[in-house]
């Protein structure tokens, strides 16, 4: 397990505190949670979610939901919606403070012409492949371009004239003016803003010019009053970018806020980029964005995970500052903990075997008493009749010595009814077995004589007459690890080709009529479940959430 189980913890609310102790943020703790509505969210998001509304609630402070919508090409309100409905699904609120780095565009070009007055930047007329090749690299310094000494008026002028529509994609950037030899690249005169004549999903047409991540981001969180703006590793290299920026448009030390960053989430057998995931949907290798194979939180949601067992994880797995991989059986245990205290028991059958009980009346039929789940407690009453099924793979003809369900001339009890002893066996023309035959011991279901007979086996079953039909869907992974838990750089080559089956002809017990989708249960004996939203009156549909079997239980023990 990480080293930082809990917010308490965690190097970052350390940071927080030691902040207040040095008399910094006395107005309080401010987070933000900023994506791109480029994409849906996936789990690695989740993580960062859990973070930033955590640290807020820890602090009583408050937490921000901000678009980073400053890319127009790539960004869409289809994102926007899905983005709000997951994060109020994983159980958290931004209240009203739901802001567009968009909202900032006037205030963000007023902040760049500052920049420029102060002589802090300037409009570069090199192409991007020129810019590339002037910043030098990680051992030989930079070259400064030739129209960096511009004049403040100039740059004003032409600046104004990028905003107006004057020039064409790629002609002319604006760059904040820093130092071409700094050994951080990203003081090498980063570019701050660019032209492109591109729609946006809220500006519409009203710009032509956007500010880069690296101008847009600071000020976004200045303006909205953030105190820490966490965000993952890759941007530890822009932080003195990010504090030169505010250090230079005169945002006190005191107040402004501080970036802190953290080690992204990576899953064995998953895939956490919106641009892999978009790939996934678009090429139809999954059937959308919240397939239940999908990481995604929409996926995560209908393949029957909870939110309480999506925070869980992220508790689980800490915050740290060192990249690291963690086994998705960590995440399934997360969530079998959750459905093993908090879903019913049910019986299913997915492949089915009828069986006769020939002793038991034609025309009768019983109702027997069955516990839903030993922790909470509650009962419901499952219909008992002489035919019912079994699944194919509880009976074999010619076991191994110590199969414990049932042969012929064997005993079983059936979980809630009676022991039946296998009698007959019958086959079709091609000796698969299709149907056996078997007596009850009718004194043997609870209460009865026999009831406390001892019988190594016991299996679920279904009332044939009275079971209900259902499609059951069961997954394994959508992508294959290597030996080391890592996905190859090609993930497509690694897509595991049988991540899903479709059984058509499962039978559930009636109990379930009616009941709504979102709703989970344990099927004795074959794992957790989930009512998938195909569901309809005439057919339920479930999707396999994880097995019984928890793996990663055996780690930790191990
Ligand atoms: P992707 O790489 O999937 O495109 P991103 O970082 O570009 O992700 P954003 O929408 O910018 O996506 O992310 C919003 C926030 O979520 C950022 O603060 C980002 O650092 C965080 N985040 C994204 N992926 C992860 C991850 N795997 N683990 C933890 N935090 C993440
Ligand atoms: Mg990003």
């Not at 070009?109 to 409009?123: D, H, N, R, S, W």
């Not at 107040?255 to 641009?275: D, M, Y």
Request: aromatic share 10%.
């Amino acid at each position: 397990m990480a080293e930082n189980t809990t917010i308490a913890s965690n190097f970052i609310q350390n940071a927080i505190e030691e902040d207040q102790k040095n008399g910094k943020y006395t107005e309080g703790i401010h987070t933000r949670f900023p994506p791109e509505p480029n994409g849906y969210l996936h789990i690695g998001h989740a993580k960062s979610i859990c973070l930033n509304f955590g640290l807020a609630e820890y602090n009583r402070g408050l937490c921000n939901l901000r678009f980073d919508d400053t890319n127009p090409t790539k960004e869409d309100t289809e994102y926007v919606d899905s983005i709000q409905e997951d994060i109020h699904w994983l159980g958290f609120s931004w209240q009203n403070r739901m802001f567009y780095a968009s909202d900032y565009f006037d205030k963000l070009y007023e902040y760049a012409c500052e920049l420029i007055k102060k002589g802090l930047a300037y409009v570069d007329d090199l192409s991007a492949d020129e810019i590339r090749a002037y910043r030098g690299t990680l051992t030989e310094p930079g070259k400064e371009s030739p129209y960096r000494n511009r004049s403040v008026e100039e740059n004003l002028d032409l600046f104004a004239r990028m905003k107006a529509g004057e020039f064409a994609d790629g002609e002319k950037v604006l760059r904040a003016k820093i130092d071409m030899a700094s050994p951080n690249m990203v003081l090498r005169d980063t570019v701050i803003y660019r032209i492109a004549h591109a729609h946006h999903h809220r500006t519409g047409d009203a710009w032509c010019i956007y500010p880069m991540y690296d101008f847009a981001h600071p000020l976004s969180d200045a303006i909205e009053g953030i105190t820490h703006s966490v965000c993952t590793l890759e941007f530890e290299e822009h932080r003195p970018f990010y504090d030169w920026l505010l250090e230079s448009l005169g945002f006190d030390a005191n107040t402004r806020p501080r970036q802190i960053e953290f080690a992204r989430l990576n899953l064995t057998n998953t895939v956490t980029s919106k641009r892999k995931l978009r790939q996934l949907v678009e090429e139809h290798f999954v059937s959308g964005w919240d397939d239940p194979r999908m990481p995604t939180i929409s996926g995560l949601r209908r393949r029957g995970y909870t939110p309480a067992s999506l925070r869980k994880f992220c508790e689980e797995i800490g915050v740290a500052k060192a990249d690291s991989l963690v086994d998705v059986s960590m995440l399934e245990h997360c969530v079998r903990d959750d459905l093993n205290e908090n879903a019913d028991r049910v019986m299913a059958v997915l492949r089915p075997l009828k069986v006769v009980i020939t002793n038991y009346p034609e025309d009768k039929e019983e109702y027997l008493l069955a516990d839903n789940n030993p922790m909470h407690g509650g009962s419901r009453f499952v219909p008992f009749s002489r035919e019912i099924y079994i699944e194919q793979e509880d009976f074999m003809e010619e076991p191994p010595k110590k199969y414990f369900r049932l042969k012929p001339g064997g005993e079983v009890r059936l979980k809630h009814a009676y022991i039946i002893k296998c009698e007959e066996v019958i086959k079709d023309e091609n000796g698969k077995v299709v149907e056996l035959h078997c007596t009850a011991d009718l004194d043997s279901k609870t209460g009865g004589a026999t009831a406390g007979r001892k019988i190594k086996g016991t299996i679920h079953w279904v009332a044939a007459k009275t079971a209900l039909p259902a499609e059951v869907r069961l997954y394994d992974y959508l992508i294959e690890s290597d030996e080391n838990g890592n996905v190859p750089a090609d993930f497509l080559e690694a897509l595991n080709k049988n991540s899903l089956e479709t059984i058509e002809n499962a039978w559930i017990e009636p109990s379930v009529k009616l009941t709504a989708v979102g709703t989970h249960y344990q099927f004795l004996r074959t794992g957790y479940f989930v009512v998938d939203p195909d569901t309809t009156p005439d057919k339920l549909v479930f999707n396999r959430v994880v097995g019984l079997r928890d793996s990663w239980a055996k780690v930790k023990k191990g």
